[in-house]
């Protein structure tokens, strides 16, 4: 998952009681060169420096794209159990250790390294499925490239265990990026891999019943000591502070396989699951995505993205602060971008998913706040889609055909909405049961864009634009429902501008109103 599972704080007081508690590092000084800024780079504007780093702006194109799709795919969606596997598999008591036991057998024999085989995705067309999510109006596609379960998706030149040399056998990373450069889709990755070493102790453990009691897990196994991280990783303890490890070892070799990668796939996007991991290291790893941006372009069109979660470090002039399903309260006055799915974050035969309408209303309520939704389309373990994601992407088509105008290349108005329904803000708060008298609102050069957030009827009454408003003092010349070809009657009264709605709405699942002026 991005971030920390609330299955984990349920599990906490379990690996308690097995036993995980002390740290078990291996010795490792620090990297060469931390004490003075982190590992070298080539030289470029940025350096390892918060100061330098805070010189950041957002580009354009990030800005402007609005919608983004997430493949949040990769060998821990064989088991059809949902996110987290690899990690509570090894965990007894846990239903993914249950599952695995009666499917797989026990750990110790049959652990992850043995799914990964079975990871074929053999129904994998990255151009058909990037045809439809252009259609659905994605503007910038997003490619998992490690998960926490340390498997590099790319052709890796520090990591055996990747998806060219097992598994699909096949650069999903790199077939990823050309599906979408050749549909003019930006494209990023996501890296989970800098909290692999403290959120995968579990496979270090032993069994704790009979007649298998203190029989080693296949992680203690030296042999696949380069999957689980040897006998050296440390437990995650369920805090922020436990995320991130403080072997130095380690942080040099997360930054030297994300430099691989960065360097070999060169994406506009890069996304870390946690705060900007590991201090001058991380630091560093950002400034080379930066300058190698400018160096290719001539121009900074990178864009890196982290989390205000307590874990690792968050400046935010440096970055885009992401913000896991969930969105920001009211409108930030730098871009930020949510995270969310569909269903789980990997596909899981039990889980709900989200409607169209929901993913629709929470989308213009983030883009009316100057933020970005990133949405995984859950994907079945083969490659293919389930069929809620192709409902999804079926019904996003025709309403972002009509509606796109109001969210592509917008900006926020004065004030983000106006509405009956009260929001949570923060990560883990994305459910909101909205009504079409929830507006909000998006602005294009001299346009103002009201999305009803829900189908209306009858009239819409947008008290932001009465008569004597604060917002906006000229009047209000004409109102055009995007998609419907008639004229469309309004008033402006003391109270609210109020439409009249035709009988028949052009899209399904909310409407946008565009408002010109006098």
């Known amino acids: 998952m991005a971030g920390f599972s609330k299955r984990d704080v349920l599990a906490a007081p379990l690996l308690g009681a097995l036993g995980v508690g002390a740290a078990?590092?291996?010795?490792?000084?620090?990297?060469?060169?931390?004490?003075?800024?982190?590992?070298?780079?080539?030289?470029?504007?940025?350096d390892a420096s918060v100061a330098s780093l805070k010189t950041y702006q957002?580009?354009?194109?990030?800005?402007?794209?609005?919608?983004?799709?997430w493949a949040h795919w990769g060998p821990q969606a064989v088991p059809r159990q949902g996110d987290w596997y690899a990690r509570f598999m090894y965990v007894p008591g846990h239903p993914h250790y249950e599952h695995h036991l009666k499917t797989y057998g026990h750990p110790s024999e049959h652990g992850y390294k043995d799914l990964l085989?079975?990871?074929t995705a053999d129904r994998f067309d990255p151009d058909a499925l990037m045809d439809r999510y252009a259609a659905a109006g994605a503007k910038y596609f997003v490619s998992m490239a490690v998960h926490h379960d340390n498997f590099d998706l790319w052709r890796s030149k520090h990591q055996r265990w990747n998806a060219v040399a097992m598994g699909p056998k096949r650069d999903v990373v790199g077939e990823w990026k050309a599906a979408a450069t050749r549909r003019g889709l930006r494209f990023g990755v996501s890296e989970h891999l800098a909290a692999s070493y403290t959120w995968w102790y579990p496979n270090q453990m032993y069994d704790q019943f009979w007649p298998k009691l203190g029989l080693d897990y296949d992680g203690a196994d030296p042999a696949n000591a380069d999957l689980y991280h040897g006998n050296r990783n440390e437990p995650y303890r369920n805090t922020p502070a436990s995320w991130y490890t403080t072997n130095a070892a380690y942080q040099r070799h997360w930054f030297d396989r994300i430099v691989d990668l960065v360097d070999n796939y060169q994406p506009d996007l890069l996304y870390s699951d946690g705060g900007l991991p590991f201090g001058a290291v991380g630091r560093a790893l950002v400034a080379h995505l930066y300058n190698g941006s400018i160096a290719r372009r001539g121009r900074l069109d990178a864009v890196y993205t982290c989390k205000n979660s307590g874990s690792g470090e968050f400046h935010r002039e440096a970055s885009v602060e992401d913000v896991e399903r969930g969105v920001l309260k009211g409108i930030n006055a730098l871009p930020w971008q949510t995270d969310t799915s569909n269903g789980d974050w990997f596909f899981n035969d039990r889980h709900p998913y989200k409607t169209t309408s929901q993913i629709v209303t929470m989308l213009a309520d983030i883009v009316s706040?100057?933020?970005?939704?990133?949405?995984?389309?859950?994907?079945?373990?083969?490659?293919?889609?389930?069929?809620?994601?192709?409902?999804?992407?079926?019904?996003?088509?025709?309403?972002?055909?009509?509606?796109?105008?109001?969210?592509h290349g917008t900006r926020p108005w004065k004030i983000f909405g106006e509405g009956p329904t009260e929001?949570?803000?923060?990560m883990f708060s994305e459910k909101a049961d909205y009504t079409p008298r929830d507006i909000r609102f998006t602005t294009k050069k001299d346009q103002l864009f009201a999305i009803t957030l829900g189908e209306p009827a009858g009239t819409v009454a947008i008290a932001a634009l009465a008569l004597g408003n604060p917002n906006e003092p000229r009047a209000v010349r004409a109102v055009r429902l995007l998609g419907h070809r008639g004229p469309i009657r309004f008033r402006q009264t003391g109270q609210a501008l109020v439409i009249d709605v035709p009988a028949t709405l052009p899209t399904r699942h909310a409407s946008a109103f565009r408002i010109d002026f006098a």
Do not use: C, H, Q
Not at 24 to 46: D, K, Q, T, V
Not at 60 to 65: G, N, Q, S
């Open 58 to 69: 957002t580009p354009d194109w990030f800005r402007d794209a609005k919608f983004g799709i």
């Open 423 to 426: 929001t949570a803000a923060g």
């Open 369 to 407: 706040k100057n933020g970005n939704m990133l949405l995984n389309v859950v994907m079945y373990p083969d490659g293919s889609l389930p069929p809620e994601s192709e409902t999804l992407l079926a019904e996003l088509a025709p309403w972002m055909a009509v509606n796109a105008p109001a969210i």
């Open 24 to 46: 078990r590092l291996g010795a490792a000084a620090a990297p060469a060169g931390a004490a003075r800024g982190g590992p070298a780079i080539p030289a470029g504007r940025f």
């Open 117 to 119: 085989p079975l990871w």
